[in-house]
């Protein structure tokens, strides 16, 4: 996604990132300014992304900049009991099930780690 494409979302009020990284800065979105400031500064024009769009020497090469998208960091949800007709069916569903989810709460306590 280019900053050019984050301008037209707001423009024609469509849902736009909450969190980018342009230039080596993580910027966030603030809905009451509708703008990117990086975090910790937000109403701080100095430290807006589109306030300063045009203090670039080339414009054009800045608004068809590509942003990385950054996505909030989402536990994996654990898979909920179920059952079948056949006895066997749901004793392996069951196992399995466990299996997985074990599995899922090792990949959540380590992400938890990585994010520290």
């Given amino acids: 996604m280019t900053i050019i494409d984050i301008l037209n979302n707001i423009a024609n009020k ?3 990132p909450e969190k980018i990284k342009c230039e080596d800065k993580i910027y ?3 809905h ?3 703008d ?3 975090k910790g500064y937000i109403g701080d024009i100095s430290y807006s992304l589109f306030e300063n769009l045009f203090n670039y020497e080339d414009t054009v090469d800045i608004l068809n900049k590509e942003v990385e998208i950054i996505e909030e960091d989402k536990e994996i949800e654990e898979i909920p009991l179920g059952y079948t ?3 066997l069916q749901s004793e392996i569903y069951e196992y399995q099930r466990c299996v997985f989810n074990e599995l899922i709460q090792a990949v959540n306590k380590i992400n ?3 994010n520290k």
């Fill in 85 to 87: 007709q056949n006895k």
């Fill in 32 to 34: 009451n300014y509708k």
């Fill in 28 to 30: 966030i979105y603030d």
């Fill in 112 to 114: 938890k780690q990585l």
């Fill in 36 to 38: 990117y400031y990086v």
């Fill in 14 to 16: 469509k849902e736009v």
